[in-house]
């Protein structure tokens, strides 16, 4: 499968609340003109295209120096388990690769655990830390 990963420069709202249903993401659907704030304020958004279809997305935020958050790593259904989303992060860990900590959350299911240590990430737990969040 030739997938070409790029930045994502140009907002196209269509493509992009067709990858966020495409998994569910609700609360980003519900929100549009939230959701493309979040894309026109992130430190960096990478895309995979197949051919012409937006295919996966990454989304960071964070200073570029001290921290890197992933915020958002989508890939569509069709596309799943098909080296997509590893390709997406470990392009973003290369361009980020000089930042002290790069973070992400994420479901607590082994599917997601076994894919986030594939790619070089640690589980918080395993390294004696806990994660706080407000929603």
Known sequence: MDIVISEYIEYNHNEIINLYESVGWVNYVEHPERLREGYKNSLCVLAAYKDTELAGILRTVG???????????IVLPKYQRMGIGTKLIKSAMEKYKDVYQIELLTDDTEKTISFYKSVGLTPTNEIGALSFIRM
């Open 63 to 73: 200073d570029n120096a001290t921290i890197l958050f992933i915020q958002d790593i």
